[in-house]
């Protein structure tokens, strides 16, 4: 059965090693397009810090940003649905953050906020952040505390570090809210292919991006079966497991691998214009 709707991640996936899309991938849009299939992006970044893909992908009216906290309209930025931790959450885990050293980062829903990242506390701001933000042109506000601060447009607190630099943090995070908070501490990307640097992400409970590719399948009236999706990641696992058809890259860990239906080559070699081929011409 061809899919109705095919579900995508971004970097690791849709994106070469070398963060571009290749012209065989923009093919592959493209015949999605002619084919009347939609198409939405799934990914850990925000609308903003996708524009230079959406511009190439020219497929698609939303995309799911934020690792589905987000859910976007591509032509506006606009936000069309969303998930915010709770001001009295994102108080706790700030102080914990803060009280190891780090620099918390909370991300804003730009449709209702004037910053992208609050940038909370005296530490020091990692040199991956600081090229994040001028790479994309972000806006980010540097403050002292987050008392009096509007915290009702907060979709992730974020920390980053070097390897092993946020262990510690991650367990502390993990015990004290694991029950309140989703935790995932992965590797991110960063501004040369040798400097390592990890990632840690709150979000509040149940925020996925099958959660947000549910929220659409009902809004528009689809089925799982007509549903297929592609990821690599950590963040990928779910949709993976549930969507009527989950295709896994070749580069990607076992984990993610056993949660797929499918396996095809890595975004080294073309695995995403491999899937699509797959999908839509069987």
């Not at 849709?14 to 992006?41: T, V, W």
């Not at 042109?137 to 980053?160: A, P, Q, Y």
């Amino acid at each position: 059965m061809r899919p109705r709707l095919i579900v995508s991640d971004l970097d690791g996936t849709l994106l070469d090693p070398g963060g571009l899309l290749s012209p065989e991938s923009r093919q592959a849009i493209d015949e999605l397009r002619s084919r009347g299939i939609e198409f939405i992006l799934a990914t850990g970044r925000t609308f903003y810090e996708s524009q230079f893909a959406l511009e190439d992908i020219r497929h698609g009216r939303e995309m799911i940003g934020a690792a589905g906290a987000l859910l976007t309209e591509v032509t506006t930025g606009r936000t069309v649905a969303r998930s915010v931790l709770p001001a009295d959450l994102i108080v706790r885990v700030t102080g914990m953050i803060l009280g190891e050293g780090h620099l918390p980062q909370l991300l804003q829903d730009r449709t209702h906020s004037a910053h992208d990242y609050l940038l909370v506390g005296d530490a020091e701001v990692h040199p991956t952040m600081d090229w994040w933000l001028t790479r994309h042109g972000l806006r980010s506000d540097r403050i002292s505390t987050i008392d009096d601060v509007d915290l009702s447009h907060t979709v992730r607190v974020g920390v980053v570090g070097g390897p092993n630099e946020l262990d510690r943090l991650t367990e502390r995070i993990a015990e004290a809210f694991g029950d309140e908070l989703v935790v995932r501490h992965w590797e991110a990307v960063s501004e040369a292919p040798d400097q390592s640097t990890y990632l840690l992400e709150l979000f509040d409970r149940g925020v996925d991006k099958w959660t947000m590719i549910e929220q659409v399948m009902r809004r528009d009236g689809l089925r799982v079966e007509e549903v297929a999706v592609i990821g690599d990641g950590l963040n990928d696992i779910q949709m993976l497991r549930e969507a009527g058809v989950g295709i896994a890259m070749g580069q990607a860990n076992a984990e993610v691998k056993a949660a797929a239906d499918r396996v095809v080559s890595s975004n080294r070699d073309e695995g995403f214009a491999e899937a699509i081929r797959g999908l839509v011409r069987s």
